[in-house]
């Protein structure tokens, strides 16, 4: 295309085959403690 | 909202809300995305003749019709029906162990009242702490991680038992099949060589509260004689990090407020120190605080999270990165929507426990008597008040429905939702600016490393 460069094609449609695990760390717990962000945790399915 | 566009660093960002899709384009997309929606393909031709050729806004239709087409731009939710109907357990699995409810200093903006929450100051017993072990084994159900956070107050006033409680979490993860990972969150005064090696063997993260340079630090985390840390607390964090098992996770982490608003020149001071993970959060205090963030600061917030990413881009260059917490956000990874939906967790997956044993939702909703969920002895919580939490979640937030950044942030703090409105379905209007920010400055740092490819 010559308009647009897509950087990413969106991952978030292809997550709903995962299991929703919950094994991915708590938002909170890492380094915020006030400010949560969800989109920085790493997913820990294996 | 379907997409959501914003110019940064001379880039042109697309980000569609529902799958998650970024894309870079040129001005003639950019204009055309203001009409695609609303007006005919002629209508739009009209619209941006005088800035366009015919041809231009004709090839740049297509290149949107194609994105269409190819579900990367304006896709539907498709999340929702999921979500209410999930009726799926809960576990909880993460738990803030307020493992002394008192402090050795007496910081300015501490949310925390010095570290008594407002109550009687008072230390954890291993007791206590091996009964949280307990009751968050018996609830975590079939999770296998399971995370601690040492918290306080100050954690290591307290540290002979929190060697207590590690030894036997340890014991106990073996026998019911867990993975415990613990953190501790320090004010770094009390840091010394056993500690620090204990620290490093036994925590899979670390967290160093230091706020930036000095003169910022010594004027808000002091001593109860009025004096200030930085002179005590730089060197043995410094030692910390040095001596860090660099497969394991540490943060340099300290709190901006209204009186250093120039907050880059704090972390540009902690990267100059060498220090490679850091994270400097906003001040949440009543809006009456001469310290608490106001809404006229706003625009010179903005302005320092740009120049922290441009620093980071520049820095990157260089060979000489460092990560700011709320930048490290994986575009082509990161949590499912599950996660994304379901927000922090607080009340259902996580929980903070008093030096008493009483459970709160969060270390911020503690000594708020009416969100007290139940205490570890009894072995349960509250199951309405824990499900009232569980259904906050961002499709019962008329606020976050109309939000781009959704399912970056997911709803926000529930605890600053309950603290500034009320009511944890009504998002803090500040946090959520600044929040957006951040994510977009995160997401144009990625594009900036995803270009270099180009």
């Known amino acids: 295309m010559k308009h647009v460069k897509t950087i990413n094609v969106g991952t978030l449609k292809a997550s709903v085959v995962k299991p929703g695990c919950k094994e991915c760390a708590n938002s909170c717990q890492s380094a915020c403690k006030t400010s949560a962000t969800v989109a920085n945790l790493p997913c820990e399915h294996n | ?454």
């Open chain 2, 1 to 454: 909202m379907k997409i959501h566009k914003y110019k940064l660093f001379g880039k042109n960002i697309v980000i569609d809300v529902n799958s998650g899709a970024i894309h870079v384009v040129d001005d003639v997309v950019y204009d055309c995305l203001d009409y695609y929606e609303n007006k005919s393909k002629d209508e739009i031709i009209e619209i941006l003749s005088n800035k366009y050729s015919n041809e231009e806004v004709v090839e740049a239709l297509e290149e949107i019709d194609y994105l269409v087409k190819e579900k990367m731009l304006y896709t539907e939710d498709i999340y929702k029906d999921m979500v209410i109907n999930d009726n799926s357990p809960s576990f909880i699995k993460a738990m803030c162990l307020n493992i002394a409810h008192d402090c050795n200093l007496k910081c300015k903006y501490c949310f925390a009242s010095e570290g008594s929450y407002e109550g009687k100051r008072s230390l954890m017993s291993a007791e206590v702490g091996k009964k949280a072990i307990d009751f968050i084994i018996k609830n975590s159900g079939y999770r296998h991680n399971i995370e601690i956070d040492l918290f306080g107050g100050e954690p290591l006033m307290n540290f002979e038992v929190i060697k207590e409680i590690i030894e036997y979490a340890k014991s106990e993860e073996k026998k019911h099949g867990k993975n415990i990972r613990f953190t501790i969150t320090t004010n770094a005064t009390l840091l010394n060589d056993e500690i620090i090696d204990y620290i490093d063997k036994n925590m899979g993260n670390v967290v160093l509260s230091i706020d930036g340079r000095k003169e910022v630090n010594d004027k808000i985390r002091i001593r109860y004689d009025g004096s200030g840390t930085f002179d005590s607390i730089l060197p043995k964090i410094k030692k910390m990090v040095d001596k860090r098992d660099k497969n394991k996770q540490y943060y340099v982490r300290g709190t901006f407020t209204h009186e250093n608003l120039d907050f880059y020149n704090d972390v540009a001071f902690l990267a100059d120190q060498g220090f490679k993970e850091i994270s400097i959060e906003p001040v949440v205090l009543e809006e009456d605080n001469p310290l608490s963030i106001k809404k006229e600061d706003l625009p010179v917030i903005f302005e320092q999270y740009e120049k922290i990413a441009m620093e980071i881009i520049e820095r990157k260059k260089q060979g000489n990165e460092f990560k700011f917490y709320h930048f490290n956000i994986d575009i082509n990874g990161g949590p499912c929507i599950y996660k994304r939906i379901s927000g922090c967790g607080a009340g259902y997956e996580y929980v903070a426990v008093t030096p008493e044993g009483d459970i709160y939702p969060c270390h911020q909703f503690v000594g708020k008597e009416e969100f007290k969920l139940g205490n570890v002895f009894e072995g349960k919580i509250d199951e309405k008040l824990s499900n009232q939490f569980k259904n906050a979640h961002i499709y019962n937030k008329p606020k976050c429905m109309e939000c781009w950044a959704r399912f970056y942030c997911s709803g926000g703090c529930q605890a600053n939702n309950y603290s500034f409105n009320g009511d944890i379905h009504k998002p803090y209007e500040i946090g959520c600016e600044m929040m957006k920010k951040r994510i977009e400055c995160a997401i144009a740092i990625k594009v900036f490393e995803a270009m270099q490819d180009f």
